[in-house]
């Protein structure tokens, strides 16, 4: 069985009989219908870059097999549009930015070396590794490191393969990997939130009063801080071996600058759509060690 779709263009011909397709039981309130999609297609210039730029993005093999059609496909069980468009919009240089839909069978992703690094046994976790790995997987494929494992450490963290930096992050549905060259970088932190709002009980854990100040009236700004800390978390441990409280982290959301704790800076980007993701870099002899305080 393979698993993804073939896409056809909707002519004039066959217009019809896609508006009729019926969604199967439970998925009316996940997508929007047929009807609606074929008039967006026609109308909305936004909807028809997406399918362009999905299409673009097809693993070489899937495309090859669908020369020909002249309309492309894209692999919908594992690609969220919207993170396409998203992640395609957060231009990091220096890094490659993936994600994948956790999908069933994706715990098989992980080498036998990853599946002995990891200290958790619940299912939902092992998927979520290996989607990640996946992903982060098929990064380094496409940078010429064919097929190597990325362990778990004791305390958590990657542990990339040499000449590799990157960071992966998971929630219940998607997976999403950063990688680049540590010629490049020192180091990267990925994280991906619901954009939800933090609860308001949080914001004093996670928020110095300045930072409460600079994300006043912004109902997700709490949420961005928190992903931007969390991300800037990865980031860095790996580097320092520290753990860091969210108080220990400084975030100049004006500048997209965060210093941590031990004066080191970190790049910051991020871009809000049916979620927060964000990416923090360390960039190349960055250890500008400010004055404690
Ligand atoms: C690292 C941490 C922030 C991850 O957050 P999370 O919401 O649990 O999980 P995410 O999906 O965002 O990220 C999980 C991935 O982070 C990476 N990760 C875990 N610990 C890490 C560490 N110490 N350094 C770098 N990356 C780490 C792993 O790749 C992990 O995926 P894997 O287990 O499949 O390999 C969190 O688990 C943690 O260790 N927190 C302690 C420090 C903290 O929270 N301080 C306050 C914020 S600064």
Redesign the pocket.
Same mark, same amino acid.
């Given at each position: 069985m393979t698993d993804y779709v073939k896409l056809k263009k909707v002519t004039a011909d066959n217009w019809e009989a896609v508006v009729e397709l019926e969604l199967g039981a439970g998925q009316e309130d996940l997508v929007t219908s047929n009807l609606y999609s074929v008039a967006e297609a026609q109308f909305d210039p936004d909807a028809r870059h997406l399918c362009r730029e999905a299409c673009r993005r097809l693993p070489d093999v899937q495309r090859a097999e669908n020369e020909g059609q002249g309309e492309g496909s894209f692999d919908l069980s594992i690609h969220d549009p919207v993170f396409l468009r998203a992640i395609d919009a957060l231009v990091v240089p220096g890094l490659l930015i993936g994600h994948r839909v956790i999908s069933q069978g994706d715990e098989l992703a992980l080498l036998h070396e990853e599946m002995a690094s990891l200290s958790f046994s619940a299912i939902e976790r092992r998927l979520?590794?290996g989607a990640?790995r996946r992903v982060a997987r098929e990064l380094m494929n496409s940078m010429g490191f064919a097929g190597l494992p990325i362990l778990?450490s004791t305390?958590?963290?990657?542990v990339w393969p040499a000449g590799i930096v990157g960071?992966?992050?998971? =929630?219940d549905r998607i997976a999403v990997a950063a990688v680049g060259l540590r010629r490049d970088l020192d180091a990267v932190?990925i994280?991906?939130e619901p954009a939800t709002p933090l609860p308001p009980d949080m914001l004093e854990l996670i928020a110095t009063p300045q930072e409460r100040r600079a994300i006043a009236d912004n109902p997700l700004g709490a949420k961005l801080l928190f992903a931007i800390?969390?991300a800037?978390?990865?980031a860095a441990?790996?580097l320092d071996q520290e753990?860091? =409280?969210?108080h220990?982290?400084k975030v100049d959301l004006a500048g997209r600058l965060a210093t941590t704790r031990a004066g080191r800076t970190l790049a910051l980007h991020w871009c809000v759509f049916s979620h927060v993701l964000v990416v923090a870099t360390v960039q190349k002899a960055s250890m500008d060690y400010l004055p404690s305080s």
């Open positions: 979520a590794s990640a778990r305390f958590g963290a990657p960071s992966m992050a998971h =929630d932190g994280d991906i800390k969390e800037v978390y990865k441990y790996p753990f860091l =409280d969210f220990d982290i």
